[in-house]
């Protein structure tokens, strides 16, 4: 079966606690992609690949990292996480060419105190 | 700038009616625009596309969503609602002239079916 996975689906932390959220997809895409969901803003992007060790900064990329050392994986990392990261997290893909719909993760919830 | 918007944070409709999410976007040049659709704990299910050619798209679930270039508009559209497609919908755009990746989303929309 086609999909994307992420872990953990639910996560609280302290601040200032080092964390990874795992992303990874089956379909051999090229283009992932990691968002965040917050009430009235829709989605927004942190950071997208277009390929193996190819990363770039997406519209809200302050206080996050990310790397591309497989295809299949993009992990979701927060250094010293802060209570404005508490937020709803996807990781999506698709194939790299303009116009391919993106396959979703599940979501990873996360809730810094 | 570029930009996805929906207009309205819910629309409510009786089951057995139509229904209309709108959307419109603002871009110099041509875009592709899709619709997604969120149920409660879910991550986003793609519904349909528009990428170029017939202005009526057609997609899952019995949705389709008809692209006006004139008013800028990728509206969301059902015939006859169901109690089952109460979700959150949002419009998203790939906004660069010729496709690119990034996609720019809507606020979304809130859609309640009631029986």
């Known amino acids: 079966e086609a999909q994307v996975t992420q872990n953990p689906r639910y996560l609280i932390t302290v601040t200032g606690k080092k964390l990874t959220v795992t992303c990874s997809q089956n379909?051999?895409?090229?283009?992932m992609s990691w968002y965040r969901q917050d009430p009235g803003l829709g989605l927004r992007q942190i950071y997208y690949?277009?390929?193996?060790?190819?990363?770039d900064k997406g519209d809200v990329p302050e206080g996050y990292k990310v790397s591309r050392k497989e295809k299949r994986n993009f992990p979701l990392i927060l250094e010293s996480p802060s209570p404005n990261q508490t937020s709803l997290y996807f990781c999506?893909?698709?194939?790299?060419?303009?116009?391919?719909?993106?396959?979703f993760g599940p979501g990873t919830r996360l809730t810094v105190t | 700038a570029q930009s996805v918007a929906q207009p309205e944070d819910q629309v409510n409709v009786a089951e057995g009616n139509p229904l209309t999410v709108k959307c419109t976007y603002s871009?110099?040049?041509?875009?592709?625009l899709f619709w997604y659709v969120q149920y409660p704990n879910r991550g986003l299910q793609f519904l349909l596309k528009?990428?170029?050619?017939?202005?009526l798209v057609k997609g899952s679930y019995g949705f389709e969503a008809e692209f006006n270039k004139s008013q800028t508009s990728f509206h969301l559209k059902k015939p006859s609602a169901l109690v089952s497609d109460s979700a959150l919908y949002f419009c998203?755009?790939?906004?660069?002239?010729?496709?690119?990746?990034?996609?720019?989303f809507g606020t979304g929309t809130q859609l309640k079916v009631e029986l």
């Open positions: 379909m051999n895409h090229e283009y």
């Open positions: 528009y990428i170029t050619g017939d202005n």
């Open positions: 998203a755009g790939n906004l660069i002239t010729g496709g690119g990746n990034k996609l720019t």
């Open positions: 999506a893909s698709n194939r790299i060419a303009g116009g391919y719909e993106q396959y």
């Open positions: 690949s277009m390929n193996v060790e190819v990363t």
């Open positions: 871009v110099s040049g041509n875009p592709y």
